[in-house]
Every structure is written in C-alpha cells, then in structure tokens.
C-alpha cells in the first residue's frame, strides 16, 4: 500500500504561482511513476502531469504545458508541482497519483491516490 498526502493549495490571483507537494509513504518502490491530475466542479478528471521514477521522465497536460513544472526528490519520497501564470481555469481540487505500469495520461493506470487540495485562482 501506498500513502499519498498533499499539500500546498489555496487561493492565489489570476498571473500568480503556487507549489503543490505530494509526499508519498509505504511501498513506494512498488511505484513507476506519478502524476497530478485536477477537477473542477462538473467535470471528469483531468490529466496535468506525471514524472517517471526517476525525475529524468515528464510530460504535461496540453493546457498546463510551458506554465506547470513537475519535479520530485527521492531523498524525501516527495514530487512537486510548480505552477506559474495560473489563470480562473486552473481552478480545481488537484490529486496526487502513483502508478506501476501504462500509459501516464490515462487515469485507469494510477494504482494510488491523495485526498486532493483545492487551487483557487481568482480573476
């Protein structure tokens, strides 16, 4: 079993940044990869971004890509997410996910979750 706890939302003004963590505990070395994915009030759940295990790996989210930065350090079983020029569309509760094997962009290959932390971003 894996433990995924975030941390780091909030409200922030439209053009502003915040930094999502995600600390991971348990058998984390059961785990490939980790992503973030958002949702926003009547929607499905969307894909942002995920790391490989190494942190060598990314990939983004059409709609984050060039403003969001995923990065992690093993030392500390933590990944990040870095978010700059957030706009009134980034809103959403935001969850953290690990996975062992597939396609990182499709939700069904994440094994693990978080119990999400909500990102306001005002206009």
């Known amino acids: 079993q894996v433990l995924l706890v975030e941390s780091g939302g909030g409200l922030v003004q439209a053009g502003g940044s915040l930094r999502l963590s995600c600390a991971a505990s348990?058998?984390?070395?059961?785990?490939?990869?980790m992503g973030w994915f958002r949702q926003a009030p009547g929607k499905e759940r969307e894909f942002v971004a995920a790391?490989?295990?190494?942190?060598?790996?990314?990939n983004y989210g059409d709609s984050v890509k060039g403003r969001f930065t995923m990065s992690r350090d093993n030392a500390k079983n933590t990944v990040y997410l870095q978010m700059n020029s957030l706009k009134p569309e980034d809103t959403a509760v935001y969850y953290c996910?690990?996975?062992?094997?597939?396609?990182?962009?499709?939700?069904?290959?994440?094994?693990?979750w978080g119990q999400g932390t909500q990102v306001t971003v005002s206009s």
């Open positions: 996910s690990a996975g062992r094997l597939g396609l990182w962009r499709d939700i069904r290959n994440y094994d693990y």
């Open positions: 348990g058998r984390t070395l059961s785990i490939n990869y």
């Open positions: 790391i490989s295990q190494s942190g060598l790996s990314t």
